[in-house]
């Protein structure tokens, strides 16, 4: 059987817990740090805060980022993912769905539940 060893998985998953400063909300899945911060964002939080790599549910590891409260929506439409990014270096780190999707309107706030970004051990 496969299998790696929790510094691996911890430090990939690192990443996220030292150098992420910002989620947008987008229109769409953001496959560039343009595309999720211009392109397709819709609105944005820079308080974004995500924990150190833990175990996962089901084996590997996971972080938890944190739920946010005070994000501010700078543009009108649907939006139907976040984009985790590093402005500092200008990298976009993780993507992925939001649970359901929701127009939003610019000048409006928005607010996420915390969720987790795991790494499953290998098969």
């Known amino acids: 059987m496969a299998t790696l060893n929790d510094r691996v998985f911890d430090n990939g998953l690192t990443v996220l817990d030292t150098e992420a400063n910002r989620i947008d909300v987008t229109s769409q ?6 595309e999720a911060t211009s392109t397709y964002t819709l609105g944005n939080s820079t308080s974004l805060s995500i924990g150190a790599p833990a175990d996962r549910s089901g ?17 009108s439409g649907t939006v139907t993912h976040y984009a985790i990014v590093d402005t500092s270096n200008s990298r976009l780190l993780a993507t992925g769905s939001l649970s359901a999707s929701q127009s ?9 539940a915390s969720f987790t970004i795991g ?4 098969s």
């Open 59 to 75: 084996g590997g590891r996971e972080v938890t980022a944190a739920a946010i409260s005070d994000g501010s929506i700078s543009g």
């Open 29 to 34: 899945e953001a496959t560039t740090y343009t």
């Open 104 to 112: 939003v309107t610019s000048g409006n706030t928005f607010s996420l």
């Open 119 to 122: 790494i499953p051990d290998p």
